[in-house]
């Protein structure tokens, strides 16, 4: 069973508007969540981080929210680029787990349309 | 540049015929791993190196076999391919933090 949930498999969205990826996880031992962005014949390159002890991180166009009552985390880019088109996805981590290893979503394609 | 390195980038191979993908990293990071990405599935952890020698199982590890002798390096093994593994794998490497590095990727075929 999937431990960390992207359900919308593609977003599609106009220049300058707001993007919002859901993402939303099972475990409560995770205590750190990444987003990735990937463009494809690439690897995934991070985008941003929040740790459970926050429920907000801001870089730039790019913020996280963190639920964790609900167990759910979102991405919002404003306002939203053609560069910005990519697969997105998210990520957990619990702390002390074994070779940092992270746990993926299914990823959300992203479509912005200029 | 920092960077991670995998090869080949793109590989068609028949069942049963062995072979390694190369995975190298110049950013002296202890932690290592290898994923494989599938459609709807995401990436999923096939095997993760903490330090020269030290290796371990990740979430999918039938099939395929590590080793870590040096610290840039982490091959990733598959002694005899079958069709299911054909796949996207991708290596990754990290310090002590949990963002992790990607190498570009391998795809893989097996027939």
């Known amino acids: 069973d999937q431990q960390v949930k992207q359900n919308s498999p593609s977003l599609s969205v106009q220049e300058g508007r707001i993007s919002i990826l859901n993402c939303d996880y099972t475990?409560?031992?995770?205590?750190?969540f990444l987003w990735y962005k990937k463009y494809p014949a690439e690897g995934p390159t991070f985008l941003i981080s929040?740790?459970?002890?926050?429920d907000k991180n801001e870089d730039g166009r790019f913020t996280v929210f963190l639920n964790k009552s609900a167990k759910h985390l979102s991405l919002h880019i404003v306002p939203s680029q053609p560069g910005d088109s990519a697969v997105y996805f998210c990520?957990?981590?619990?702390?002390?787990?074994?070779?940092?290893?992270?746990?993926f979503g299914g990823g959300t394609r992203v479509l912005v349309k200029p | 540049e920092a960077q991670v390195t995998q090869n080949p980038r793109y590989l068609i191979t028949v069942t049963g015929k062995k072979l390694t993908v190369t995975c190298s990293q110049n950013?002296?990071?202890?932690?290592m791993s290898w994923y494989r990405q599938d459609p709807g599935l995401g990436l999923r952890q096939i095997y993760y190196?903490?330090?020269?020698?030290?290796?371990d199982k990740g979430d999918v590890p039938e099939g395929y076999k590590v080793s870590r002798k040096e610290k840039r390096n982490f091959p990733l093994i598959l002694e005899s391919p079958s069709p299911n593994q054909t796949s996207l794998y991708f290596c990754?490497?990290?310090?002590?933090?949990?963002?992790?590095?990607f190498g570009p990727g391998t795809r893989l075929t097996v027939t």
């Open positions: 990754a490497s990290s310090s002590s933090s949990y963002e992790q590095y």
């Open positions: 950013m002296n990071h202890e932690y």
């Open positions: 929040i740790s459970s002890i926050k």
């Open positions: 190196s903490m330090n020269v020698e030290v290796t």
């Open positions: 990520a957990a981590s619990a702390t002390r787990a074994a070779g940092n290893k992270l746990t």
């Open positions: 475990n409560s031992m995770f205590d750190y």
